[in-house]
C-alpha cells in the first residue's frame, strides 16, 4: 500500500494495525477518527500478506452522509495508491469491490437483510419505506379508531384512566401518552416483553416488596449521595468557622444541622430515612449571636450566613421531595396508581398492534420495523428465554463478514447492538468488532440512543494486548491550545460518570495536537495589540435587566440584546484593521477574520434563529439560518399549495383570492376592489357565485371593465382552466414543474430576496409530491388534503437550507447539526436559556430503567396526590436530560478551531453572579455532583467551574465584591476572558450607528450636489452613456416559438379584425350547463390530444369514434368528458374526407408522423429584419415546435396542421391562410431540413369550416 505523508501517533498507529479482537476507541473531539478508520480499512484491504476483500468488511455509520464520505475517502485514497502502483491487480480489484462495499447506515443494513431474507417474515416482498408525513396520518387515524372503540366499550378501567390523566378540555393528552409509550417500548427489542415487565414493576406484592424495590434502592442512593455531599459541606463550614475569628460559635450551629444528614447516611432503608426526613421542619438551631464586642471577620459572617440559608434549602427540598407519609399509605396510593396505569400499557399495546395491521393493509413499513424485522431473522431467544443468541441465518452472514465497524458507537441503541452482536464472532470465538465513538458527544437520547452500552465496554474492556481492548484518542488535531484549554478547564470540573456519563480525566482531556505557524506579521494570530481580539476563550455576559411587566416581550428583548452584542463582536472580529488573524485552511497563511469564517451555534434554532438572524442582517452582516420549521408557511410554498387547492376546486375564495393577488395572478388591489364589486351584481344570476364566479361574470362581453383588467382576466382563467385540465392525466410532479415553467413563478421567488432558498423549497415541494405518488394517496385532492393534515398534526419539514460554500456569510445552526464539523470561529449563543425540563414535568412519566409513574389521583373526591415513584421518576430523568444537555456543550465547545466566544444574557445578572458563591469553599478540582446537578443553563455551568478562578474574582472587584482566595484553581492560567455588555452600551453602539448611517447618507447628498457640473461628474455622464456596440447580440434571445413568430408576423395584419364565432352549446336545461366556459385554448387542446391519441384506423362513423375515445377515457389516457368537450361529428367528417383517407393509408404504411417537436438553427436576419446588425451576422437562433402531422408519399411529403378557429364568412379561408402561412413556413424548412425530402403540399383543416385548405 502508498506511504501517505501523515505523522500517526502511537495510538492511532495501534487502532491501524491491531487485528483479531473486538476494539473500543475512545476519540475525543478533532482526533480524526474518521481518518484514522478509513486508514484502518485500507491497511486490511492492501495487506500484502493476507488482503481482505473491501466487500467482506460491514461498515455501519450514523448518518447516509457520513456513509457516502467515507466512501468518497476510500475510493480517493484507492485512485492515490493506484497512481503509484498502476499494475497492483489487487488494487483495482477493490476499486472495482468499492461501489459494492457495504457501507452504509443501520437502518440500511436491516433493510439489506429484510429485503434478502424476507421469506422467513410474514412480509409481502413488495414493501415500501412509509413516508413520514403519510406515516403520521395513518397513526392519528389509528388512534382516532382506538379511542372511538374504547369510549364505545366504555370500561371502567378506561374510563377511570381518561378521567385521571386527560389534561385541558379534550384528550390530546391521552393519545400522546399512549403514543408515546408505544414510541418508548419499541426502541427495545421485545416492546411487549417491555411492557409486561413495566406492569409487574407498577403494581408491587406488598409494602415488603415497595422496600426491596428498583426505584426505592435508586431513592436510597441518591438520599445518601445528596447526605453525603451535605456533610462534606458541613464539615468545610465548620472549619472556616474555626479559622475565622469571632465566628467559632457558628461550628455549634452548623455541627446541630449535620445531624441530619448523619441520620440519612446511617438509614438502612425508607422508613429510617422518612423518620429522619419529617423532622426536619424542627430540627434546626437558632442562629446564635455573635458578640459585637470581639473582632469578626465581618465578610466571612456574611458568607457562612448566606451558606446556611443555601443549605438548610437543601435540606428542606430533600424532605418536601422525598418524605410522602409512612410506608403503608404510600404503599396504598401506589398500588392505586398501578392500577390505573396498566391501562396505558394494555392501550399502547393494542394501539401498537392495529397500527402494525394498517401498515400492513398498505404494504408499508417503517424504519422501527425493519429493525425488528431485522432481529428476528437473525436472532432467537436462548434455552432459557433470558438473552438473544444468533439464528442459523446469522451464523451463515456472519462467516462473509471478515469484520464489523460500527462509528458514532455511542449513539446505538439495545436493537442494534442485538443486530450487530449476531452477525459478529464474538460467538465462534472470533471478536471482530472494531466501534468508535465518544460518549461525551452522546447527544442521541430523544432517538433512544444509549450510552450506557458505549461505558459498559470501556469499564470492562482493557488498555492492555486482549481480545477486548479499548484505545483512547484524546490528541485534537483541529483547534488551538487555548480553546481546548478552557474546554478542559471547565469539563474537568463539571462532568463525571454521575452527569454526562463519564470521568473527565486524563484519559478523557483534550491535547492539542495541531502546530499552528507563528503569524508573520508578529501579531500573535490575534490582533491582540490593537484591540481586544485574543486568543482566549470569551464569556459574554450580557445584562438584560428592564423594567417591563410583560413576559414575552422581556424575553424578546433579552434575545434581541443578546443578538446585538453578537453583532457587535462579530464587526470587531472581522474589522480590517483590528481583526481577529486566523490562519487560511486553503492557503497556509494568515489573514483576517471574515464572515464566513463564523458560526453562531444554538442549543435550539426555533424562535432564536430568526432573531438572530434579522439582527445581524440589520447591522449588514450577511447570515443565514437553517430551520426545522417554517415549510408551509414560507410564501412560495403557501403560493403553491393555494393554486392547487383552486385546481382542485377553483370556488374557494381565500385561496383564489390569494393566487390572484400573487405574482401568478398580478392583480392589483384595484382590481380585486373591481372585482369585489361585480360580485355583488353577479349574485342574481345563476351560476356565478363567490370570487370565480366573479370572473366568469366578468368575462361576459355585456360586462364594462377596465382593458387591462378583461385582458387579465382572460389570461388567467385560460392559465387555470389549462392547470386544471392538466392535472387530470398529468403526474403531480409534472403539473408543478409545467406551473412554474409556464407562470415564471419560479424565476419571480428566485429573484426574491432569500431566492435561493425559495427555489430549493420548491424542489422540496416536488420531491414531496413525487413521494406522495409512491404512497397510497393520488391526486391533487388528496394531496392538497394530505398536506393540509401535516399542518394539523404539526408535521413541518422545515425550509430548505442554504448551500453557503465559499460565501462570506455568517452561518446560524444548531448545536446537533454542527457535531463533527468544524468552524474557525464558534459563537455559541443563547447560554442563559433555561433547559427544557418539560418532560419532567408531565402528568405521567417514563423512564427506560424504572418503568412509569405518575400522581395518584382520586377521582371521586377529585384530590390529587404526588408519589414516590414519579419523584424519583422526575429526579431521574432530571439528571438524565442534564447530563445530555452537558453533552451537548461538549459538542459546543469543541467545534472551534481558533476562537470560541459564549455568550449569555439574564435579567438578574447579579444575583447569578453570587449564585454559586459557596463553591469557593471546595477543595476538590471536581465541584459537588449537587451543585452541576442543580444547573439550569449551559451559563450556569460555566460560572459555577470560574467561580474559584481569578477571571470570576476580577469581575467580582469590577462590581465592587472582593472576594476571597480559597483555592488554588484561583491562581491558575486560564485562556477565558469575561467580558460584560449593559443594555445601555448596546443601546449606545445602535444610536451611534443610526446617527452615522444618517450623516453618510446626508453627506453623500451633499456632495452629490457639489460634485454637479464639475469635469468628474462629465467623465461619468460620458461613461453612462457609452453604449456596447454589440447590444443586439446580447439582448436577442437564442430560441423562438413558431407560434411567437407566427404572432408577430400576424400583428399587423389582424389587429383590427373582430371574428364572431357562432354559439354551438348544445340546448340543455340550466342545471345541467356547464358553469364555466370552455376557452378556446382549452377546446384546441382537446382536439389536438384526441387526434394525437386516436388510430385513424377506428374507421370514421361517429358511434365508433365514441367508442374508441370511451376506451382511451377508461384507461385514463384521456381526461373525463372528452367526448363532450370534443364534436365527434367534425372528427368523422374530417376523417371521411380526401385528406383524411389519405393519412389513413399513410398511417397503415406506418409513414404517418404525429406531434413531432422539432429545432433547428437559422441565420438571425431570417428571423427579423432588425436581426440584420452587423453584430448579428453569422449568428444561428434556435427556432423550435411541434407539427401536428405529417406523411410521406412517394413523390414528396404532406404537411397538416389542424386549425379549430371559430371563423366564418366569405373571406375566411383567407383569413386562415395568412393568419397561419408564416408557421407552415417554418414547419415546411424543419421537415426538409430533418428529412432532406421537399414537402410538396400543405393544409390546414379547419374544424370549424370542415374543410381542407391549401396553403
Avoid at 453618510?1000 to 460620458?1022: C, I, P, S, T, V
Wanted: proline letters at 4%; hydrophobic letters at 40%; one cysteine or more.
Amino acid at each position: 500500500m502508498s506511504k501517505v505523508a501523515v505523522e500517526w501517533t502511537e495510538e492511532q498507529k495501534k487502532i491501524i494495525g491491531l487485528r483479531d479482537r473486538n476494539i473500543l476507541v475512545a476519540a475525543a473531539a478533532g482526533s480524526g477518527k474518521t481518518a484514522v478508520l478509513v486508514e484502518r480499512i485500507m491497511a486490511i484491504i492492501t495487506d500484502e500478506m493476507h488482503p481482505v476483500d473491501i466487500d467482506r468488511l460491514l461498515v455501519v455509520t450514523f448518518t447516509n452522509a457520513a456513509a457516502a464520505q467515507m466512501r468518497e475517502r476510500i475510493g480517493a485514497r484507492l485512485e492515490q495508491c493506484r497512481s503509484e502502483e498502476p499494475d497492483n491487480q489487487n488494487l483495482k480489484r477493490q476499486e472495482d469491490l468499492l461501489p459494492h462495499a457495504r457501507i452504509m447506515t443501520i437502518d440500511s443494513f436491516c433493510l439489506y437483510v429484510v429485503r434478502n431474507y424476507f421469506s422467513f417474515l410474514d412480509l409481502d416482498p413488495d414493501f415500501r419505506i412509509g413516508d413520514e408525513g403519510e406515516l403520521k396520518l395513518i397513526r392519528e387515524d389509528v388512534m382516532k379508531e382506538l379511542l372511538e372503540e374504547k369510549y364505545a366499550e366504555a370500561s371502567p378501567e378506561f374510563l377511570l384512566f381518561v378521567e385521571s390523566y386527560a389534561e385541558g378540555k379534550g384528550d390530546g393528552s391521552i393519545a400522546e401518552y399512549i403514543d408515546r409509550l408505544y414510541q418508548f417500548a419499541s426502541a427495545y427489542p421485545e416492546p411487549e416483553v417491555q411492557l409486561a415487565l413495566w406492569r409487574e414493576q407498577l403494581c408491587p406484592a406488598s409494602a415488603e416488596e415497595l422496600d426491596a424495590s428498583l426505584f426505592m434502592r435508586c431513592l436510597m442512593e441518591e438520599l445518601k449521595l445528596r447526605a453525603g455531599e451535605l456533610k462534606e459541606q458541613y464539615e468545610e463550614a465548620k472549619g472556616l468557622c474555626m479559622e475565622s475569628p469571632g465566628l467559632e460559635p457558628y461550628e455549634t450551629m452548623f455541627d446541630s444541622d449535620e445531624r441530619i444528614v448523619l441520620g440519612l447516611l446511617a438509614a438502612s432503608g425508607y422508613e429510617e430515612a422518612a423518620s429522619v426526613l419529617k423532622t426536619v421542619g424542627s430540627s434546626f438551631m437558632t442562629k446564635p449571636r455573635i458578640s459585637k464586642k470581639l473582632p469578626v471577620d465581618e465578610e466571612a459572617k456574611e458568607f457562612l450566613g448566606a451558606l446556611r440559608d443555601a443549605m438548610k434549602k437543601e435540606v428542606k427540598e430533600l424532605a418536601d421531595g422525598y418524605y410522602l407519609g409512612e410506608l403503608p399509605r404510600i404503599y396504598s396510593d401506589i398500588c392505586a396508581m398501578g392500577r390505573t396505569l396498566t391501562e396505558l400499557t394494555h392501550l399502547a399495546e393494542e394501539y401498537g398492534r392495529a397500527y402494525s395491521a394498517a401498515k400492513r393493509e398498505k404494504n408499508l413499513v417503517d424504519f422501527n420495523d425493519v429493525a425488528h424485522f431485522a432481529l428476528k431473522i437473525l436472532t432467537e431467544k436462548s434455552e432459557d428465554g433470558t438473552e438473544f443468541v444468533p439464528s442459523e441465518t446469522a451464523k451463515e452472514m456472519s462467516g462473509s463478514f471478515y469484520e464489523i465497524m460500527i462509528d458514532e458507537y455511542q449513539d446505538s441503541n439495545r436493537i442494534q447492538e442485538a443486530i450487530l452482536n449476531s452477525v459478529s464472532g464474538e460467538r465462534t470465538g472470533r471478536p471482530n468488532v472494531f466501534m468508535v465513538g465518544d460518549v461525551k458527544q452522546s447527544i442521541y437520547k430523544f432517538r433512544q440512543a444509549v450510552p450506557e452500552l458505549f461505558m459498559e465496554k470501556y469499564a470492562s474492556y482493557t488498555r492492555s494486548d486482549s481480545a477486548h481492548q479499548k484505545i483512547d484518542l484524546h490528541r485534537n488535531f483541529r483547534s488551538r491550545e487555548n480553546v481546548l484549554s478552557a474546554a478542559n478547564f471547565l469539563f474537568e470540573q463539571l462532568m463525571d460518570e454521575k452527569l454526562g456519563g463519564i470521568s473527565y480525566d486524563e484519559n478523557a482531556a483534550l491535547i492539542p495536537g495541531r502546530q499552528f505557524p507563528q503569524d508573520p506579521d508578529g501579531r500573535e494570530a490575534s490582533g491582540r495589540e490593537k484591540g481586544n481580539n485574543g486568543p482566549e476563550m470569551e464569556l459574554i455576559l450580557i445584562d438584560s435587566g428592564k423594567e417591563n411587566d410583560d413576559e414575552e416581550l422581556k424575553e424578546l428583548e433579552a434575545k434581541e440584546l443578546e443578538a446585538r452584542a453578537v453583532a457587535k463582536r462579530i464587526r470587531e472580529l472581522c474589522d480590517p484593521e483590528e481583526g481577529l488573524r486566523i490562519l487560511d485552511g486553503t492557503t497556509g497563511e494568515y489573514r483576517t477574520a471574515r464572515y464566513g469564517d463564523i458560526v453562531i451555534l444554538l442549543r435550539t434554532v426555533s424562535e432564536w434563529a430568526e432573531v438572530f438572524t434579522n439582527c445581524l442582517m440589520e447591522e449588514g452582516i450577511p447570515a443565514v439560518s437553517q430551520s426545522r420549521t417554517g415549510y408551509f408557511s414560507a410564501r412560495e410554498i403557501r403560493c403553491i399549495l393555494d393554486l392547487l387547492r383552486i385546481i382542485d376546486n377553483p370556488m374557494q375564495d381565500i385561496p383564489l383570492a390569494a393566487v390572484m393577488r400573487s405574482p401568478i395572478g398580478g392583480f392589483t388591489s384595484e382590481e380585486m376592489a373591481i372585482l369585489a364589486a361585480k360580485a355583488g351584481q353577479a349574485v342574481g344570476e345563476e351560476g356565478f357565485r363567490g370570487l370565480y364566479g366573479a370572473l366568469l361574470y366578468c368575462r361576459r362581453e355585456t360586462v364594462k371593465l377596465p382593458e387591462k383588467l378583461a385582458v387579465r382576466i382572460e389570461e388567467f382563467l385560460a392559465l387555470l382552466s389549462d392547470f386544471r385540465e392538466r392535472a387530470v392525466y398529468m403526474r403531480l410532479h409534472q403539473l408543478l414543474r409545467y406551473i412554474l415553467e409556464k407562470t415564471g413563478y419560479g424565476c419571480v421567488i428566485a429573484a426574491m430576496p432569500g431566492g435561493a432558498i425559495r427555489k430549493k423549497n420548491m424542489e422540496m415541494l416536488i420531491k414531496r409530491a413525487i413521494d406522495y405518488e409512491n404512497t397510497s394517496y393520488q391526486g391533487v385532492f388528496q394531496f392538497v388534503r394530505y398536506i393540509e393534515r401535516l399542518q394539523k398534526y404539526s408535521v413541518d419539514f422545515g425550509e430548505a437550507s442554504q448551500e453557503i460554500a465559499g460565501e462570506n456569510t455568517v452561518r446560524i445552526t444548531s448545536i446537533h447539526k454542527s457535531k463533527g464539523l468544524e468552524y474557525p470561529i464558534v459563537i455559541l449563543a443563547g447560554a442563559g436559556k433555561p433547559f427544557n425540563q418539560k418532560d419532567t414535568n408531565r402528568k405521567i412519566l417514563m423512564h427506560p430503567e424504572l418503568g412509569l409513574a405518575a400522581d395518584y389521583v382520586d377521582v371521586e373526591n377529585r384530590v390529587k396526590a404526588a408519589t414516590l415513584p414519579k419523584r424519583v421518576l422526575q429526579r431521574r430523568l432530571r439528571l438524565d436530560n442534564l447530563g445530555e444537555e452537558l453533552r451537548v456543550l461538549y459538542v459546543a465547545l469543541t467545534r472551534a478551531e481558533e476562537k470560541l466566544i459564549v455568550t449569555g444574557s439574564d435579567r438578574h445578572l447579579e444575583s447569578r453572579l453570587m449564585k454559586w458563591n459557596s463553591l469557593r469553599l471546595k477543595k476538590e478540582r471536581r465541584l459537588p455532583f449537587r451543585a452541576v446537578a442543580s444547573a439550569s443553563s449551559y451559563l450556569d455551568w460555566i460560572l459555577m467551574a470560574l467561580i474559584r478562578n481569578r477571571a470570576y474574582g476580577e469581575l467580582l472587584s469590577e462590581r465592587g465584591i472582593t472576594p476571597p482566595v480559597l483555592h488554588s484553581l484561583y491562581g491558575e492560567p486560564v485562556p477565558i476572558v469575561i467580558r460584560m455588555e449593559t443594555v445601555e452600551a448596546l443601546v449606545h453602539h445602535e444610536t451611534i450607528k443610526q446617527a452615522s448611517d444618517q450623516y453618510l447618507k446626508e453627506n453623500l447628498l451633499w456632495r452629490k450636489g457639489k460634485a454637479e457640473g464639475n469635469d468628474l461628474a462629465k467623465g461619468f455622464r460620458r461613461e453612462l452613456a457609452y453604449r456596447y456596440p454589440f447590444e443586439a447580440a446580447v439582448s436577442a434571445p437564442r430560441v423562438f416559438s413558431v407560434s411567437q413568430l407566427k404572432e408577430e408576423a400576424a400583428s399587423e395584419l389582424f389587429e383590427k379584425l373582430e371574428f364572431e364565432e357562432p354559439s354551438e352549446e348544445k340546448n340543455l336545461p340550466g342545471f345541467l350547463k356547464d358553469t364555466e366556459p370552455l376557452s378556446g385554448a382549452a377546446r384546441g387542446t382537446a382536439y389536438h390530444r384526441l387526434l394525437e391519441l386516436l388510430p385513424f384506423t377506428a374507421g370514421p362513423e361517429e358511434e365508433e369514434l365514441k367508442k374508441a375515445v370511451r376506451d382511451l377515457e377508461g384507461q385514463g389516457i384521456l381526461p373525463a368528458g372528452t367526448e363532450e368537450t370534443v364534436d365527434l361529428g367534425k372528427i368523422s367528417r374530417f376523417l371521411a374526407s380526401p385528406l383524411g383517407r389519405r393519412m389513413a393509408d399513410a398511417d397503415r404504411r406506418g409513414s404517418l408522423k404525429k406531434e413531432q417537436q422539432f429545432v433547428m438553427g437559422l441565420p438571425a436576419a431570417r428571423i427579423r429584419p432588425e436581426y440584420g446588425d452587423p453584430s448579428l451576422e453569422g449568428e444561428l437562433m434556435l427556432v423550435q415546435g411541434i407539427i401536428d402531422v405529417w406523411f410521406a408519399e412517394e413523390d414528396g411529403l404532406v404537411l397538416v396542421d389542424y386549425k379549430t378557429d371559430r371563423i366564418t364568412g366569405p373571406e375566411a379561408e383567407q383569413t386562415l391562410v395568412e393568419r397561419y402561412r408564416t408557421q407552415l413556413d417554418y414547419y415546411r424548412c424543419a421537415l426538409e431540413m430533418s428529412t432532406g425530402k421537399k414537402v410538396k403540399e400543405r393544409y390546414l383543416y379547419s374544424f370549424c369550416l370542415g374543410k381542407a385548405i391549401p396553403v
